[in-house]
Protein backbone atom coordinates (compact mmCIF):
# COMPACT_ATOMS: atom_id res chain seq x y z
CA UNK A 1 0.00 0.00 0.00
CA UNK A 2 0.83 3.64 -0.08
CA UNK A 3 2.77 3.54 3.58
CA UNK A 4 4.62 0.67 2.49
CA UNK A 5 6.07 2.51 -0.69
CA UNK A 6 6.61 5.71 1.57
CA UNK A 7 8.45 4.36 4.25
CA UNK A 8 10.58 2.24 1.49
CA UNK A 9 11.14 5.54 0.22
CA UNK A 10 12.23 6.57 3.32
CA UNK A 11 14.67 3.91 4.02
CA UNK A 12 16.29 5.00 0.31
CA UNK A 13 16.71 8.54 1.69
CA UNK A 14 17.58 7.74 5.42
CA UNK A 15 20.21 5.24 4.87
CA UNK A 16 21.80 6.94 1.82
CA UNK A 17 20.66 3.61 -0.55
CA UNK A 18 20.50 2.97 -4.09
CA UNK A 19 17.48 3.98 -6.19
CA UNK A 20 17.72 0.28 -7.29
CA UNK A 21 18.52 -1.09 -3.93
CA UNK A 22 14.89 -2.81 -3.18
CA UNK A 23 15.09 -4.61 -6.91
CA UNK A 24 18.46 -5.72 -6.55
CA UNK A 25 17.97 -7.15 -3.06
CA UNK A 26 14.98 -8.62 -4.62
CA UNK A 27 16.93 -10.70 -7.11
CA UNK A 28 19.81 -11.31 -4.17
CA UNK A 29 17.00 -13.11 -2.01
CA UNK A 30 15.52 -15.43 -4.72
CA UNK A 31 19.11 -16.43 -5.60
CA UNK A 32 19.43 -18.48 -2.20
CA UNK A 33 18.89 -22.27 -2.37
CA UNK A 34 17.18 -24.22 0.08
CA UNK A 35 20.08 -25.35 0.85
CA UNK A 36 22.05 -22.51 1.46
CA UNK A 37 19.04 -21.45 3.89
CA UNK A 38 18.95 -24.93 5.52
CA UNK A 39 22.67 -24.38 6.28
CA UNK A 40 22.14 -20.94 7.56
CA UNK A 41 19.12 -21.66 9.71
CA UNK A 42 21.05 -24.40 11.10
CA UNK A 43 23.94 -22.47 12.38
CA UNK A 44 21.94 -19.56 13.73
CA UNK A 45 18.74 -20.31 14.74
CA UNK A 46 18.27 -21.68 18.08
CA UNK A 47 14.71 -23.47 18.23
CA UNK A 48 15.08 -23.94 22.04
CA UNK A 49 15.12 -20.28 22.13
CA UNK A 50 12.11 -19.58 19.86
CA UNK A 51 9.00 -17.68 21.35
CA UNK A 52 5.78 -17.32 19.56
CA UNK A 53 3.52 -14.82 20.25
CA UNK A 54 -0.23 -14.66 19.97
CA UNK A 55 -2.56 -11.92 20.35
CA UNK A 56 -6.39 -12.45 20.57
CA UNK A 57 -9.00 -13.61 23.05
CA UNK A 58 -6.75 -15.83 25.08
CA UNK A 59 -9.95 -17.83 26.25
CA UNK A 60 -10.68 -19.22 23.06
CA UNK A 61 -7.26 -20.53 22.33
CA UNK A 62 -5.07 -20.70 24.95
CA UNK A 63 -6.13 -24.47 25.91
CA UNK A 64 -5.52 -25.85 22.43
CA UNK A 65 -1.92 -24.18 22.39
CA UNK A 66 -0.93 -25.84 25.54
CA UNK A 67 -2.49 -29.37 24.65
CA UNK A 68 0.29 -28.92 21.26
CA UNK A 69 3.18 -28.93 24.13
CA UNK A 70 5.24 -26.59 22.52
CA UNK A 71 6.07 -24.91 26.08
CA UNK A 72 4.86 -23.04 28.31
CA UNK A 73 1.83 -20.85 27.57
CA UNK A 74 1.52 -17.45 29.26
CA UNK A 75 -1.45 -15.18 28.95
CA UNK A 76 -0.73 -10.88 29.06
CA UNK A 77 -3.42 -9.11 30.29
CA UNK A 78 -4.22 -6.15 27.21
CA UNK A 79 -4.32 -3.63 30.33
CA UNK A 80 -1.11 -3.51 31.07
Same mark, same amino acid.
Given at each position: $? /?? +??? +?? =? ?6 ? @????? @?? !? =?? %?? *?? &?? +??? &??? %? +????? =? !????? *?? /? /?? $? %???? @??? &?? &? ?8 ? /???? =?
Amino acid at each position: $G /VN +SVA +SA =LGDLVVHD @FADDH @FD !R =LR %AE *VL &EV +SKD &ELD %A +SAKTR =L !RPESL *VT /V /VV $G %AADG @FAG &EL &EQLGLGPVTV /VPDD =L
